[in-house]
């Protein structure tokens, strides 16, 4: 695998009006297969400030990524996109989080341009901040899921398991490390 550039922050792409955090993604099959991924965080407060380092927790708040693969194999890739959103509290605490996009699990689409997108509209009240405010280290992750199916013991047991447990793993992965990002339960509206 080959470890692409550390995160960035860059401007959006044509008349996007947020800044997005570049990222890095890695396949197995470079350079037949390579790609490329960034993802911002917004609130609705300020939904399309430079970098949302501060956000009310009990707010809607929203991330988009964006993610593309390129080369001469990516029309013979098929499978599925699993995209999650963790949040790793920075403290002694059972704040942590994981995340699913509102997508659910995106199906690979060989003959199309090579692009994908996927959201998270997070809810007021889903990210638990303390009385002071909490630090969050958020990590977007997308991971490649091929067609074929995990072996279950039982139906059942398949039926319980998330999704994205179902199928195997694939060799391509992408990852965006967001800067450090302050959660607050604002009390007093100005």
Not at 8 to 34: C, I, M, N, R, Y
Not at 47 to 66: F, H, Q
């Amino acid at each position: 695998m080959t470890i692409k550039e550390p995160p960035a922050l860059h401007p959006g792409g044509p008349g996007a009006k947020s800044l997005t955090v570049q990222g890095s993604f890695e396949t197995d099959l470079e350079p037949a297969l390579s790609g490329f991924i960034s993802a911002n965080i917004h609130d609705e407060v300020e939904p399309y400030s430079r970098y949302v380092s501060i956000i009310e927790a009990n707010d809607n708040w929203y991330v988009t990524a964006n993610w593309t693969l390129n080369g001469t194999v990516r029309k013979m890739i098929c499978g599925k996109w699993c995209v999650r959103l963790f949040l790793d509290s920075l403290g002694p605490d059972n704040l942590d989080l994981e995340l699913t996009n509102d997508e659910g699990l995106i199906p690979l689409d060989p003959c199309g341009n090579g692009e994908y997108t996927a959201h998270f509209n997070v809810k007021p009240g889903t990210v638990r901040a303390e009385h002071c405010g909490t630090p969050f280290q958020p990590v977007l992750s997308v991971s490649y899921l091929t067609n074929c199916k995990v072996r279950f013991p039982s139906e059942a047991a398949e039926m319980a398991a998330p999704a994205y447990m179902r199928y195997q793993a694939g060799p391509i992965a992408g990852i965006v490390r967001f800067p450090i990002t302050q959660f607050i339960t604002e009390e007093v509206e100005v």
